[in-house]
Each structure stands twice: as C-alpha cells, then as structure tokens.
C-alpha cells in the first residue's frame, strides 16, 4: 500500500510540475506576442 501511495504521489507531483511548465511557458509566449505587437505598431 504504501508503495503504492509513494508512486501515485510521485506522479501527481511530475503532473504538477508539467501542468505549471505549460502554464509558465504560455505567459512567456503571450508576453514575446505582446511585445512584437508593440514593436509592429511602433513601426
């Protein structure tokens, strides 16, 4: 049982981490978008 409970933890916590990986590089690729707006409607 507690093997059990150790992997699914394990893999919950790798879950997490891709989930908030995702999430991080999405604002990056908004900002990158936002700041090309900005340099497009500059020139």
């Known amino acids: 049982m507690d093997l059990f409970v150790e992997c699914t933890t394990t893999e919950v916590r790798t879950?997490?981490?891709d989930i908030f990986q995702k999430k991080d590089?999405?604002?990056?690729q908004t900002t990158v978008l936002?700041?090309?707006e900005q340099l497009r409607d500059k020139l």
């Open 34 to 36: 936002a700041e090309l």
């Open 15 to 17: 879950k997490v981490q």
């Open 25 to 28: 590089l999405l604002e990056t």
